[in-house]
């Protein structure tokens, strides 16, 4: 995977923000506990945790660091940013959404449609199928091809799919990014 890059057009109607190459890492949360005394209240399992560090340590090694977390108010999903963030090395305060926890695949790319135009870099930490359906949704076919196969095969706990776009979040589309990295995390 290529560093982080920004430039701004040069061209009329250009603005701040309209060419950033912008990244966004798509996670499905770690091994999660199988009782809980409700589904959103299931803890990350041990594993789960180990997981998810290793997740955190490969997207290190990919050059990937975001400037917003958007975690699924669950407690499973928390638990995996927690430990993602301690893999990487990050101190980053996540944005918490209990929408994230129920959200479909459309919804969740809403969410990163959001996103401000400072950010470069955004992880999405979430539950299936929604986290699969949107890698899914965002690969615009033009990337790795034996990486897209590996992820269609599985969106195992701990899998992240990294992308990479130029132009806004707001404009970010439906196969509209390109797939520059998948990884399931195991430790």
Request: net charge negative; hydrophobic share 40%.
């Amino acid at each position: 995977m290529q560093d982080q890059e920004s430039a701004v057009g040069d061209g009329p109607g250009d603005g701040p923000g309209d060419a950033v190459r912008r990244r966004v890492a798509v996670m499905r949360h770690g091994k999660a506990e199988q009782a809980g005394r409700t589904d959103f209240e299931r803890e990350l399992a041990d594993r789960g945790h180990r997981d998810a560090m290793d997740t955190g340590r490969w997207l290190t090694r990919q050059g990937f660091s975001p400037d917003l977390a958007l975690v699924s108010a669950a407690h499973r999903a928390v638990g995996t940013w927690e430990s993602v963030a301690e893999g990487a090395g990050w101190n980053l305060e996540p944005q918490l959404s209990q929408a994230l926890y129920g959200a479909g695949p459309e919804s969740a790319l809403d969410l990163v449609r959001e996103s401000a135009d400072e950010v470069v870099a955004v992880i999405v930490v979430g539950h299936n199928p929604t986290m699969a359906y949107l890698a899914s949704l965002l690969d615009n076919g033009q990337g790795d091809s034996d990486l897209a196969s590996e992820m269609m095969t599985g969106f195992a706990t701990s899998a992240v799919a990294v992308f990479e776009f130029v132009g806004r979040w707001e404009d970010l589309s439906e196969a509209g990014a390109r797939l520059v990295g998948f990884h399931v995390g195991r430790a």
